[in-house]
């Protein structure tokens, strides 16, 4: 009985010690959040706004002044 015990606590061991490292799939970019996506040949994608280009600052920052008062504002939206 103690065998089996022993033999039950010695593969528990082991087997904790063969987990793998989990790793991100894609490298973290610090750039700033107005330079936008680099994906399709005009370097816009269907989840920029209309107009948008990307790495405009000023562009970027009167979109999310509107969508503030616009869309997520209860208080406008209640009028």
């Known amino acids: 009985m103690k065998h089996i ?3 039950t606590t010695l593969a ?3 087997t904790a010690c063969g987990e793998k490292p ?3 799939a894609l ?3 610090d750039a700033p959040s107005y330079t936008g996506v680099t994906t399709g040949s005009a ?3 269907a989840f920029t706004a209309p107009g948008w280009k990307p ?3 000023t562009g970027w920052e ?3 002044k509107a969508r ?12």
């Open 22 to 24: 989990q790793t991100m």
């Open 5 to 7: 015990v022993l033999f």
């Open 55 to 57: 790495g405009d600052k």
């Open 68 to 79: 503030q008062q616009n869309s997520q504002n209860d208080y406008s939206r209640m009028n």
């Open 43 to 45: 370097g816009s994608s």
């Open 62 to 64: 009167q979109q999310l």
């Open 12 to 14: 528990a061991c082991l």
């Open 27 to 29: 490298p973290r970019s």
